[in-house]
C-alpha cells in the first residue's frame, strides 16, 4: 500500500506567506487531542470555570506537564514548519517535540468590552529574549500559535503587524554586529523595563495594518521569525489558551545562497522585505551570544499557580 502523501502548502498558502508573512493551518490536531493537553486548564488555574470573580491572573504562563513529538500530534503543523524552513533536515531535533506549557488570557474586568487601536498596545516585540539578534538567528526559527480553544474576534487572539516586519529587517541588516533582542545596540542597557522598548511600538505606530490571530481549536498559525506581534485585549473575556512552541534550525538562514531554489520560503520572505534577490557577500560581525531574559530576572511576572 502506498505511502500516505506529505502534507503540503498550497500555492496560495505559500503566497499568502511571502505577502504577510504566516498562514493558517486549520484542523492540525483534534478537539479530543487538545482536551488531553487543556481539558485541566481550570484545576491548573485553582479558579472556577464559571466564576470570574476568581479570575484574579490576566495572562498565565504555564510550566509543562506533556510532551510529544510534532509529527505525531499535529503531523499537518509539521510538515508546513520543514517547508517554510527549507526540508526537515534543517530543523533542529529538539523543535520536534511540543509541550503543554499552555498560555492562558481571561482578560480583566477593566478591559472587559474595551477595544484599544492595535498600534497602542503595550508590549509590541518580536520573539527571542534569550539571544543576540541577527538577521540570519537560528535561534528563532518560526513563531508558532496553536489554539487549544476556539477564539473569537476581540477575545485575546494573539496581534500581529506585518507591515512592521520590513523595519525589523532592514535594521537588522544595518546592524551585523548584532543588537539586544530589544533591538538596542548590544552593549546598551536599556532604560527601565527592557521589553517596553520604543523600537517596536515606534514602528507599529506608523503602521495600518493589523491581524488578529483567530481560529478554531486545533488550529496552528505559522508566523515568520521577524513577525511584530502584541497580547491583545480579551474585551469578551472568553478564556483564550494556546502554546508558543519554540522552533530552531541546525544552521543560521543563508541569504547567499549560489542556487536560488535552495532559499527556504522563511528566506525567501525575508529577502523580499529588503529588496533583494540575494545578499552577496552579507556576514554577521559579531558573536553569537545567549543573554539572561528579562522574564527570568523579574520573579514578580505571572505565573502557574
Not at 21 to 41: I, Q, T
Request: glycine residues 6%.
Amino acid at each position: 500500500m502506498p505511502a500516505k502523501p506529505k502534507y503540503k502548502l498550497s500555492q496560495e498558502q505559500i503566497d499568502h506567506f511571502i505577502r504577510y508573512g504566516y498562514v493558517r493551518l486549520p484542523d492540525c490536531f483534534s478537539r479530543e487531542k487538545a482536551a488531553e493537553w487543556a481539558g485541566d486548564v481550570w484545576t491548573r488555574l485553582g479558579v472556577s470555570p464559571t466564576d470570574k470573580s476568581t479570575w484574579t491572573t490576566e495572562i498565565t504562563h504555564m510550566g509543562d506537564n506533556k510532551e510529544e513529538p510534532v509529527r505525531t500530534f499535529a503531523p499537518k503543523a509539521w510538515a508546513a514548519i520543514c517547508e517554510l524552513l527549507g526540508g526537515e533536515d534543517r530543523v533542529a531535533p529538539e523543535s520536534a517535540i511540543w509541550n503543554d506549557a499552555l498560555i492562558v488570557n481571561l482578560g480583566s474586568p477593566e478591559s472587559e468590552g474595551t477595544w484599544p487601536h492595535p498600534a497602542d498596545l503595550p508590549g509590541w516585540h518580536v520573539d527571542g529574549d534569550f539571544f543576540t539578534h541577527f538577521l540570519d538567528s537560528p535561534e528563532q526559527a518560526l513563531l508558532v500559535i496553536p489554539l487549544f480553544t476556539d477564539i473569537q474576534d476581540r477575545a485575546g487572539g494573539t496581534m500581529i503587524c506585518p507591515e512592521a516586519m520590513k523595519y525589523v529587517a532592514q535594521h537588522l541588516y544595518n546592524h551585523p554586529e548584532g543588537v539586544t533582542p530589544y533591538m538596542y545596540p548590544r552593549d546598551q542597557e536599556p532604560v527601565g523595563n527592557p521589553p517596553d522598548t520604543p523600537f517596536y511600538s515606534d514602528i507599529v505606530k506608523n503602521c495600518s495594518d493589523f491581524h488578529q490571530m483567530t481560529g478554531k481549536v486545533g488550529d496552528v498559525v505559522l508566523l515568520h521569525p521577524l513577525m511584530c506581534h502584541s497580547i491583545s485585549v480579551n474585551s469578551l473575556r472568553h478564556p483564550r489558551v494556546i502554546t508558543n512552541p519554540p522552533v530552531s534550525l541546525k544552521q543560521p538562514f543563508n541569504f547567499d545562497r549560489d542556487d536560488p531554489s535552495k532559499y527556504s520560503l522563511v528566506e525567501k520572505k525575508t529577502l523580499e522585505m529588503l529588496g533583494k534577490d540575494r545578499l552577496s557577500g552579507w556576514k554577521i560581525e559579531g558573536k553569537r551570544e545567549f543573554v539572561v531574559p528579562a522574564r527570568l530576572k523579574d520573579t514578580s511576572g505571572s505565573s502557574e499557580s
